[in-house]
């Protein structure tokens, strides 16, 4: 079920009255003997959708304030250390794009004025309408929400890092939103490798569509799991050790590396756990895999 519209209340009115109820598939993996089963169940979230013209929107999810268990438990036996110490984190409530930016979406903000620098029309090979752009810098994704903010009036900007897990993890404390693997199925990553005793397959070797799958964690957000990694707008720091615990971001003007999430078409499994974190570039340079999606905290 949506979350209750009180919880969002307070939102600027332009925002309230245009919110949709929209109906989605959540996927869930369960262990059947010596085989995965996938379960799919019918949810609800309340969604607004910005008119950037000419056919092109963007769907923004509503997401309900709450607190949960940020990092990685201390028993994970793959990660390097840099998921703890675990800590919980109020996080208010926020829209989020239902998927990371796409092709088509990039192309249209970045017609709009520029704010502080100039947009690429196309930073990587066309590949289709839908397909998430890539090969984005820290410095475009931010310029991207700061020219959408200027046009709306509403706050656009990137997801803190504490907004990204809380919203990928959507009420779930396993280390996947689907559960305690994930499948080829399900996400695009490398499947020729397997999480824990999880299931392998296809490893597609290139993004795919934006919501190919067909499902969306609890919240309605889809691919958060692989696909492509996903800027936040916090700076790197190697540990929790005195992190925020209100959600909001994590600055360090010393630092030139920007957090990244969630993974991308050939990451391994342990790379697109819902708590895995990696920051691979400065905030002035692009990679093939790194993508984005936006929030609005009204």
């Known amino acids: 079920m949506a979350a209750p519209l009180t919880a969002i209340s307070t939102w600027d009115e332009s925002i309230l009255t245009k919110l949709q109820l929209v109906s989605f598939e959540v996927a869930t993996l369960h262990r059947l003997g010596n085989d995965w089963q996938i379960q799919r169940s019918p949810h609800q979230v309340h969604q607004f959708f910005e008119d950037l013209g000419q056919g092109v929107s963007l769907a923004m999810t509503a997401i309900p304030a709450g607190e949960f268990l940020m990092g990685s438990p201390e028993e994970e036996p793959e990660l390097a250390g840099h998921e703890g110490p675990q800590h919980w984190v109020a996080v208010p409530a926020f829209l989020m794009g239902q998927y990371p930016v796409s092709q088509a979406q990039w192309r249209k903000v970045s017609q709009l004025p520029a704010v502080k620098r100039v947009l690429r029309p196309n930073p990587a090979p066309f590949q289709g309408d839908d397909y998430p752009v890539r090969e984005v810098t820290w410095y475009e994704a931010v310029e991207f929400c700061d020219r959408l903010a200027q046009a709306t009036g509403r706050p656009y900007r990137l997801p803190t890092e504490a907004e990204w897990e ?130 609005c905290a009204p």
């Open 166 to 295: 809380y919203a990928c993890r959507a009420g779930t404390s396993t280390p996947f939103h689907f559960g305690n693997t994930i499948s080829p199925q399900l996400a695009n990553y490398n499947g020729n490798h397997p999480y824990a005793d999880g299931p392998v397959g296809e490893y597609r070797r290139d993004t795919t569509p934006n919501g190919y799958f067909g499902v969306a964690n609890a919240f309605g957000l889809y691919d958060m799991h692989g696909n492509v990694l996903e800027w936040c707008l916090d700076h790197w720091h190697s540990n929790y050790e005195g992190a925020p615990e209100d959600g909001s971001p994590w600055f360090n003007a010393q630092e030139r590396r920007r957090i990244v999430r969630g993974g991308c078409w050939f990451s391994p499994p342990q790379a697109c756990l819902s708590y895995f974190r990696s920051t691979l570039m400065d905030a002035d340079e692009s990679n093939l895999d790194v993508g984005f999606r936006v929030v």
